[in-house]
């Protein structure tokens, strides 16, 4: 069985400031990851994913993540927060891209 | 290309009534799944559908089911509904070819059980 954890149901940064959205996973197969964004009243909208090759997957909106299997980890960053990017994401595994198993979410705030 | 698209948007039942929830995916997409997400329990598989067959279930009671049409169109019924069954219910189609491991969601249903 898959399962996702994401560390801090809550996570604020002032503008401008790093983010960092922690995510461990646990799969019995090479995983398949996936970051998603959702914002108020809207569904998901995927941020990047990790299936295979270059571990450092870069993705929209400034957002990338580093798969490190040793850690069986999935940290999402961004450099430099934006007003814009306050909302809740979603860490996810699949060992095929279907049957999503989500993390619990993260929600972010930014302040000004 | 058109995103994946659900109907109704919101929707107000009461207890023991049924509902049934429609979803369309992104043209040429022939998975399709759908996820129930509540405050408590968080997002969570429901099924999935591949050429008009159920392919993968999560684990809900048989209250749950759902179907695809030819075009695949999927719709997704719960009968007897519970309060519990309060949720944004979320569809999402599988891409093909280059990226057929991404699931693209639609907005989502909101069903309000009274």
């Known amino acids: 069985a898959q399962s996702v954890t994401q560390l801090g149901s809550h996570v604020s940064v002032s503008e401008g400031a790093l983010v960092l959205l922690r995510c461990n996973y646990s799969s019995s197969v090479p995983p398949y990851l996936f970051w998603y964004v959702q914002y108020p009243n809207q569904g998901l909208q995927l941020l990047l994913k990790?299936?295979?090759?270059?571990?450092l997957v870069k993705g929209i909106n400034g957002f990338e993540a580093e798969f490190k299997k040793s850690e069986t980890s999935f940290h999402l960053t961004k450099p430099s927060a934006h007003m814009s990017d306050a909302a809740e994401y979603f860490c996810?595994?699949?060992?095929?891209?279907?049957?999503?198993?989500f993390g619990g979410g993260t929600r972010l705030m930014v302040k000004p | 290309k058109a995103g994946v698209t659900q109907t109704p948007r919101y929707l107000i039942k009461t207890r023991g009534q049924q509902v049934t929830l429609s979803c369309s995916p992104i043209s040429g997409h022939r998975s399709v799944s759908w996820y129930q997400q509540t405050p408590g329990q968080g997002l969570q598989f429901l099924f999935e559908?591949?050429?008009?067959?159920?392919?993968n279930k999560g684990n809900f009671p048989g209250r749950f089911s759902g179907r695809q049409f030819s075009n695949s169109r999927s719709e997704m019924n719960v009968s007897t509904l519970e309060l519990g069954d309060s949720a944004l219910y979320l569809c999402?189609?599988?891409?093909?070819?280059?990226?057929?491991?991404?699931?693209?969601f639609g907005p989502g249903t909101r069903l309000t059980v009274l």
């Open positions: 990790y299936t295979t090759g270059a571990t």
């Open positions: 999402a189609s599988l891409s093909t070819g280059k990226n057929s491991d991404t699931q693209y």
């Open positions: 559908y591949f050429s008009e067959t159920q392919r």
């Open positions: 996810a595994v699949s060992d095929a891209g279907n049957m999503l198993t």
